[in-house]
């Protein structure tokens, strides 16, 4: 049985909420993780934890943090993103909205572009 995005929702919420110690009425699915809810690197662990034992889902270390691709010089000039890049996080990414990140798709900026609506579209695509 397949839940709906509303339920979806809900769970992601309830793990946020856990893992980065905000009130709920602060995750909303425009919220960044990042820059609106606070969350750093050692938090991600505890996100992945919490949506892979709440879905029963496996989630790859490189589907929602895709390091490789930021570290490449292939894909990154000058700190920057090239198109190809984008492409390619686009193609790894489809449940994230990039467009404004490839506006100025700076590395350092790319963190703080995930939303919370972005985790919900991942974990839909994980559970159907």
């Not at 929702?9 to 709920?24: I, M, P, T």
């Amino acid at each position: 049985m397949s839940l709906s995005q509303d339920e979806i929702f809900e769970k992601v919420q309830e793990a946020l909420v856990d893992a980065l110690g905000v009130d709920d009425d602060e995750v909303t699915e425009e919220a960044t993780l990042v820059g609106d809810l606070g969350a750093e690197s050692i938090d991600f662990l505890d996100i992945v934890f919490k949506l892979e034992k709440a879905f029963s889902i496996q989630i790859p270390r490189d589907e929602l943090s895709p390091e490789d691709i930021l570290t490449d010089s292939n894909f990154v000039q000058d700190g920057t993103v090239t198109s190809e890049g984008v492409a390619e996080l686009k193609a790894r990414m489809p449940w994230a909205n990039l467009d404004a990140f490839a506006e100025n798709p700076r590395v350092q900026d790319f963190g703080n572009i995930l939303t919370v609506g972005d985790l919900v579209r991942y974990v839909m695509s994980k559970t159907e």
